[in-house]
């Protein structure tokens, strides 16, 4: 058995991941830890659960989890994940790091897009970015995963395809994504609040979201060009799930097929993306507590234009459950385990 550690549990991140595992056959959850300072019982945060689940949530101690703990899940906020990866790491653990600290390559960029200073500018060239299925070889051999952002695992698994065989204009990319609020964590903010949510729609951080230059990041070495998109995040008044339309210019000669046929080769055999038929597009109830992605496609061919529409559950194929798919990949169990939802 995996003895597993996650740190952060009550957040929404936390409690997912908590039920992904108590249902995966080799884990063993040894750590629930707050950074409260107070222990409290799961079933006071989790009241899903039967009444046999004895397990409590504890207060850090380091020295407790590196001496059961074989890997560790950080679902913390970003900045609080960096020292706590370092000593992890230093003490031979697999990270699975679900905050922003570690997916962006240069701590320049982290740096001005996040506002804050990088702590662990050398772990950075360790961490490798954990898209489970663009970058698959690259994880099975790493022991500190940088866990995508929930819109970026959306939008980057829509247009990679299309990307990495040169078949759309590549100055083209428009991400228009809307999300439920879950995808700004637990934390008390005036425009997250059910009076500012309820019966309403708007954008936020149009043209600053701090995800922009993860999804350009991972779209260039896709690519193997630098690659530019503009990206509008939306809040939408429901708990959960991330639907984000794709506009993209194809290139002259490409056809229909071409495009489908792309999809195919890259997600024909892929657990967790489901490519929707043609004319039918994905919808949020259809992901919804899944580890899906589905994908749906339109092309005019006459007028050029490409329109993907892409739909994930940010807290499970957008966070948890690409997170247990990445521990999967890592330690050598079947990649759907504990994952299966169907
Ligand atoms: N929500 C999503 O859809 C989503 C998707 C992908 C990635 N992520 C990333 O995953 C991480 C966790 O996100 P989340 O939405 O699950 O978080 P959350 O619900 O807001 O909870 C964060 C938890 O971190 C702990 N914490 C430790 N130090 C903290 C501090 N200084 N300030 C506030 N909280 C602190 C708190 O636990 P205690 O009170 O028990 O200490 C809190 O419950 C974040 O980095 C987030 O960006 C989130």
Redesign the pocket.
């Known amino acids: 058995m995996l003895n597993c550690a996650i740190l ?7 409690i997912e991941l908590i039920k992904i595992l108590l249902r995966h056959p080799h884990v063993r959850l040894s750590h629930l830890v ?3 300072k107070q222990a409290l019982p799961l079933t006071q945060v989790l009241g899903t659960l039967p009444k046999d689940v004895n397990l409590e ?1 504890r207060p850090f101690r380091f020295a407790e989890i590196q001496k059961k703990a074989d890997l560790i899940f950080l ?4 900045t ?2 960096m020292e706590k990866a370092a000593a992890f790491r230093k003490a031979g653990k697999i990270v699975i790091d ?3 600290d570690f997916r962006l390559n240069s701590w320049r960029v982290y740096e001005s897009w996040y506002g804050v200073k990088h702590g662990q500018k050398e772990l950075l060239k360790e961490a490798v970015y954990g898209l489970s299925e663009l970058f698959r070889s690259k994880i099975e051999k790493s022991d500190l995963i940088a ?1 995508p ?2 819109y970026p695992t959306g939008a980057i698994l829509g247009i990679a395809p299309l990307l990495k065989r040169h078949l759309i204009d590549e100055g083209s990319l428009v991400i228009d994504a809307k999300s439920g609020v ?6 008390l903010k005036p425009e997250t609040q059910f009076c500012e949510v309820d019966e309403n729609f708007y954008a936020y951080k149009v043209g600053r979201h701090q995800h922009t230059p993860e999804i350009e990041q991972a779209l260039s070495e896709v690519a193997g060009e630098e690659i530019e998109v503009s990206f509008v995040p939306h809040l939408l008044p429901i708990e959960r799930g991330i639907l984000s339309t794709i506009y993209l210019q194809k290139k002259k000669s490409v056809k229909t097929e071409d495009l489908q046929k792309a999809y195919l080769e890259d997600y024909g055999q892929e657990p967790f993306v489901r490519l929707k038929a043609p004319g039918t597009y994905p919808s949020l109830k259809d992901v919804q507590r899944t580890n899906f992605c589905d994908i749906g496609l339109f092309c005019d061919e006459e007028r050029g234009q490409v329109i993907v529409i892409t739909a994930i559950d ?2 499970i194929k ?2 948890s459950g690409q997170a247990v798919q990445n521990m999967n990949i890592r330690c050598g169990f079947q990649e759907e385990e504990g994952l299966r939802t169907w």
């Open positions: 952060g549990a009550r957040s929404h991140t936390g707050t950074g409260q949530i679902c913390l906020p970003h609080e994940s679900l905050s922003a866990n952002g929930c879950s995808g700004a964590g637990k934390k940010n807290l957008g966070a």
